[in-house]
């Protein structure tokens, strides 16, 4: 009968409930210190909306298959602790599903799009709602027809949708299709951006005019979502604790690559008239207050969404979002930082091997 130790077995024990805590129960103890933000109202009819934006899933080219493999399985764990912990009626991703979209072709684009259902899978009375980033089709000069086309149809996101969830109207937008130019992409956006703001605006008018698709709806004011930031000269306004770092704040955006251009701003502002807009492409957060007294004083805020993913920030976040017709409410969760999981792991294994080296042996 081989000898067995009392050290061996408090040792062996110990590293399981260290594994369990790191990869495991960490992300529920941290993610259940946020909640859903209770609107002024108190209304009962409230949409539950969880934002995160630039999951930036590893492709066929970049980063060795361990990072691969760790970013996903963080974020995989992330996400089903926060649909079990807080139940969200309905997911919003801002683009850059993937890092490499532009870059695959057609076989590994539909193993991308599998692997990102695997991993952010949902239950069916929950539904999901994306829209595109450079890093899933390219830049607008870089796009080819047949990828935008593939993802549009796998991830059944148009250049532009109008949804209608318990009242609140959402338009979601393809970023790179609003560059004002004529190219194909930008003129069947333009039409369908049209179309939607006509819509909305004979229905704010006349309630007689409130339908969609012969479906009736009431009016209320839309919730715009994208990928990029509306124009900007930079993000030196940027006061949250998780906006850019100095010097990297007062960097100068790149219009049309970092922020949409002040014309295509104008043009969706006019025509969408939104209440609060959603965005991500910068990997941190943003608050910025929209004031346009040229639009009857239309007022609004615009929130940057931080990365989701670790290789993207040391501290991702994601948003708690409580939504009526009349008012929103915005919660920016934290996820655990990498740091804190290693320091914990380090610390734990070190009380746990000065455990076992003052344990004295039992049995033979």
């Known amino acids: 009968m081989r000898r067995v130790t009392k050290k061996l077995i408090i ?13 495991f129960l960490v992300y529920y103890l941290v993610i259940l210190q946020c909640g859903w933000p209770q609107l002024k109202a108190g209304e009962e009819n ?47 991703i801002l683009g850059d599903l993937f890092d490499e979209g532009e870059w695959t072709d ?16 949902l239950p069916d009375s929950i539904k999901m709602f994306v829209v595109v980033g450079n890093h899933d089709i390219g830049f607008h000069n870089m796009i080819r027809q047949d990828v935008a086309l593939r993802f549009s149809k796998l991830l059944k996101a148009p250049s532009v949708q109008h949804l209608i969830l318990k009242g609140n109207h959402f338009i979601l937008l393809n970023s790179m299709a609003l ?4 190219c194909r992409l930008c003129t069947g956006a333009r039409r369908q951006i049209e179309k939607v703001s006509g819509k909305l605006s004979k229905c704010s008018e006349d309630t007689n005019q409130c339908y969609n698709d012969n479906l009736t ?27 850019p770092p100095l010097p990297a704040r007062n960097k100068l955006f790149r219009i049309k690559l970092d922020a949409l251009s002040k014309e295509s701003t104008q ?35 615009e929130y940057s969404v931080p990365s989701f993913s670790w290789r993207n920030r040391p501290d991702p976040k994601y948003m708690l979002v409580s939504i009526s017709p009349t008012e929103y409410a915005v919660n920016k969760c934290g996820l655990p930082t990498e740091i ?6 380090v610390i734990m294994i ?8 003052r344990k004295g042996t039992v049995g033979r």
Request: glycine residues 6%.
């Open 106 to 121: 057609e076989q590994q684009f539909n193993e991308y799009v599998d692997r990102f259902h695997k991993l952010f899978l």
């Open 267 to 301: 043009y969706i502002v006019s025509k969408i008239r939104p209440r609060v807009v959603f965005g991500g492409h910068t990997h941190h957060g943003c608050l910025v207050h929209h004031n346009y007294d040229d639009l009857d004083g239309l007022k609004f805020l």
């Open 340 to 345: 804190t999981i290693i320091l914990s792991a």
């Open 46 to 92: 409230v949409l539950k909306t969880f934002i995160l934006a630039d999951t930036h899933l590893l492709g066929p080219y970049r980063g060795h298959w361990l990072d691969k493999w760790r970013r996903e399985w963080q974020m995989h764990q992330a996400f089903q602790a926060i649909i079990k912990l807080h139940s969200p009626e309905v997911v919003f």
């Open 350 to 357: 070190c009380i746990l091997i000065v455990n076992v080296i």
């Open 217 to 243: 709806f009431n009016y209320s004011q839309p919730i715009l979502m994208q990928h990029f930031p509306l124009y900007r000269v930079s993000d030196a306004i940027c006061t949250e604790p998780d906006a």
């Open 11 to 23: 040792l062996v024990v110990g590293l399981i409930l260290i594994g369990l805590y790191c990869e």
């Open 179 to 182: 560059q004002g130019d004529s």
